[in-house]
């Protein structure tokens, strides 16, 4: 793999909690366009890693490499500037708002009045919603629907639309699937390989490997805060990866 293809690179990254080594010199890395499935059971440190890519937490060691000139994120918002989103299980939304002001939280459009001021543009939010919605492949009722009001593959389909609608470049997306049925994470899986097609990379966190086999072009395993396996797909198998994640 040629340097030039990596989007991101976290490199002998260690992290300790109150003494307790949660990540111990793990090499992660995404190419431009790629989507990464990282697996491990509970307590293997996904979450740890995403969290220190994502800026929640600085690497007590080792380093992050994001467009070829090296990182060193302070918070969540940092990371977002630069254009890394995630989306968590619960898809990071505000139940009692409308799709329309959780697409746009924080970064609502608006129209100039003055020179010093503005006001929202609602038409144009409510006109760009639609078109971001219909960009996954969602077809809903109206900008102005209540989050509650959807499904968990739908709410997991706004999260998508919204990261593509501000050009995101690298998605994480933490268990999308988890709790939603075989026809709603069969959707969610779409909704992955749409990021894909429009040339977004995404990091797939999941403890189920039947949701992250299909859509993967390369499946990461940690272990007990440690790298254990890196393959592309067409060099592993099912069977190979299931043996590394039961393994003690």
Excluded at 90 to 96: D, G, L, R
Excluded at 111 to 137: H, N, P, Q, T
Excluded at 182 to 192: A, H, P, T
Aim: hydrophobic residues 40%; aromatic residues 8%.
């Amino acid at each position: 793999m040629e340097r030039d293809d990596y989007l991101v690179e976290m490199v002998n990254i260690h992290k300790w909690f109150s003494g307790v080594c949660a990540l111990k010199g793990v090499d992660f890395a995404v190419r431009y366009g790629e989507i990464v499935g990282l697996l491990g059971d509970n307590g293997a440190g996904k979450s740890t890693l995403i969290k220190i890519l994502s800026g929640f937490y600085p690497p007590d060691v080792g380093k992050i490499i994001f467009e070829g000139k090296e990182r060193a994120f302070t918070s969540p918002r940092e990371a977002r500037a630069l254009g890394i989103e995630t989306i968590y299980q619960e898809a990071a939304m505000v139940p009692k708002m409308s799709i329309m002001r959780n697409i746009f939280m924080g970064r609502e459009l608006s129209r100039l009045k003055m020179a010093s001021l503005g006001y929202l543009d609602i038409a144009r939010m409510e006109e760009e919603s639609m078109k971001a919605l219909e960009g996954v492949g969602l077809r809903l009722r109206s900008p102005h629907a209540l989050v509650e009001e959807l499904s968990g593959g739908q709410r997991q389909g706004v999260a998508i639309a919204r990261a593509m609608y501000f050009k995101s470049k690298l998605v994480i997306l933490d268990e999308p699937t988890n709790n939603l049925s075989v026809k709603e994470s069969e959707k969610v899986l779409e909704f992955i390989r749409e990021l894909k097609r429009q040339g977004i990379s995404s990091i797939f966190i999941s403890h189920n490997l039947y949701h992250v086999y299909p859509v993967a072009d390369r499946i990461v395993v940690l272990s007990h805060g440690e790298k254990i396996g890196d393959y592309f797909k067409e060099e592993t198998s099912v069977e190979e990866i299931t043996r590394l994640m039961v393994l003690p």
